[in-house]
C-alpha cells in the first residue's frame, strides 16, 4: 500500500474528454519494479538464483527435471511455469499446441513525471484507438494506449512518440502532454498476444501461472493480476494438501480454471467492443455507457475484480 497509489474512481472518455461512464471500482497502481522490491524483501533467507534460464522440463516421471541453458539440469518435487507468454515450461509439456494469437493490438507503455496532471484513472475510446492514464505515487503517472496494427508493423516505427502523437493528434489533454514529456528512446512496443481460455493449467507435477497459463488482452486489467491471484491460491492449495503434491494441484486447478475462463473471456470480448473503430458500432458503444445503469456495469466488474471474488478462492470461505 505504501509503494502503490489507491484508486476508487476511474472513467471511459470519448476522444474529446467528455466523460461516457463514470466507474466505482477499487484499485492499487503500483509499478511492476516496486511490487517485485516488496516481494523480494519477503523472502528473506529463501534463496534466488539468477541468470539461470530455463530452457525445458522433463515431466515423463513422478519427479519433473528442468533443464538450463548451461546444460545443467534440476529435478524438482514441484515446477511452477512462470516464464511468461513465450513459455519454455508450457512449450515442452505440449509441444503440439498452436502458439499465441496476434490480437491486432499494439500497445505501448510509459511512466512519466507529471505532478497534478492526472488525480484519477481514466480510459478515452474513439475510432478504433485506446489510451489509458493512471496516477502513480510522488507525481508520476502510467499512461497505454492501443493502436491497431498488422503483426510486425510495429518493426517499421522509427520515432515511436511521432508515430502516436499522429494517431491521437486532436485527442483531448493531457495526452498530448503526456506523449511529450516522455523521453522517445523509453517508448517500446508491446504487441498484446492472447489464448483463447485455457482448459488446463497443470500437467503431472508442473503448474502454469500467469501469462505462462492464461495470456489476455489488457482490457480488464487483470494480467498481473490474476498472475497473482494464481500464485496465492496455489499456495494455499499447496498448505491445505500437505505434502500430497497431486492433490493440491488438482484442487488449484478446480479452484482457478472457471474464474479464469471468464477473465480471459470477458478481456477479449471487452477488447473487441472498445477497439471497434466502425461509426456504428461507436455509436452504440457510446449510447450503451451513457443508458446502461451503473449498478450493472460495477456488479459485473465486481465479480472479476472484488476482493471478496478473489478470497472466495481460499481454503477460509
Known sequence: MACGYWEDKGAIRSSNGTVLREIEN??????????????VAELKDIPVVLGARCTGVSANGQAPVLRFDSGTSVEADLVIGADGIRSAVRQSIAPYEDPPRYSGLCAWRGVVRAPGLVDSAWLSVGNGLQFLAAPLPDGNVYWSPLVKLDEGQWEEI??????????????????????????????????????????????????????????????????????????????????????????????????????????????????AVMADGHQTVMRLRTTALRVIPARLTDKRLSAITAREAFEAQLAAT
Open 26 to 39: 477499487t484499485n492499487l497502481m503500483i509499478l511492476r519494479s516496486d511490487l517485485q522490491r516488496v516481494l
Open 158 to 271: 522509427k520515432d515511436h512518440r511521432g508515430f502516436l502523437l499522429d494517431r491521437f493528434d486532436g485527442w483531448h489533454d493531457p495526452i498530448p502532454t503526456l506523449l511529450d514529456r516522455t523521453p522517445n528512446d523509453t517508448l517500446l512496443p508491446t504487441p498484446v498476444y492472447f489464448r483463447p481460455p485455457p482448459r488446463w493449467i497443470t500437467s503431472g507435477r508442473v503448474a502454469l501461472i500467469g501469462d505462462a497459463a492464461h495470456p489476455m488482452t489488457p482490457d480488464l486489467g487483470q494480467g498481473g493480476c490474476q498472475a497473482i491471484e494464481d500464485a496465492v491460491v496455489l499456495a494455499d492449495r499447496i498448505v491445505v494438501a500437505g505434502d500430497d503434491i497431486d492433490l493440491a494441484l488438482r484442487l488449484f486447478a478446480e479452484r482457478r480454471l472457471a474464474r479464469i475462463r471468464r477473465v480471459v473471456r470477458e478481456a477479449r470480448q471487452m477488447g
